[in-house]
Nanobody, 121 residues
Framework: QVQLVESGGGLVQPGGSLRLSCAASGTMFSINAATWYRQSPGEARELVAA???????TYVDSVKGRFSISRDSARDMVYLEMNNLKPEDTAVYYC???????????????WGQGTQVTVSS
């Protein structure tokens, strides 16, 4: 069974940086497109950044100029580079991706388990 696995969260001081990673387990799957979401306690889940199959990316206004989404097709990984982090960036970050199944030639959408990012001094 395929899973999305996120990593890279943690505790960082304001102004610091973190890089989140998202990978699909299983050799028969590749990532077509991916989106990073975040959710703080009591808040709705928010789209942070997305990258399409064509490599084009979009960002929520609050992270423009500070966050960067990218993909490594050779390693089948998606990254979220977060710089100049602020306390309001504190949230659980989730990876959502459309995966292509090379065995059945089908696509499906998956969610990761989430990784905690805490920005605090």
């Amino acid at each position: 069974q395929v899973q999305l696995v996120e990593s890279g969260g943690g505790l960082v001081q304001p102004g610091g940086s973190l890089r989140l990673s998202c990978a699909a387990s299983g050799t028969m799957f590749s990532i077509n497109a991916a989106t990073w979401y975040r959710q703080s306690p009591g808040e709705a889940r928010e789209l942070v950044a997305a990258i399409g199959s064509d490599g084009r990316s979009t960002y929520v206004d609050s992270v423009k100029g500070r966050f960067s989404i990218s993909r490594d097709s050779a390693r089948d990984m998606v990254y979220l580079e977060m710089n100049n982090l602020k306390p309001e960036d504190t949230a659980v970050y989730y990876c959502n991706a459309e995966l292509y199944n090379w065995g059945s030639h089908t696509k499906a959408n998956y969610w990761g388990q989430g990784t905690q990012v805490t920005v605090s001094s």
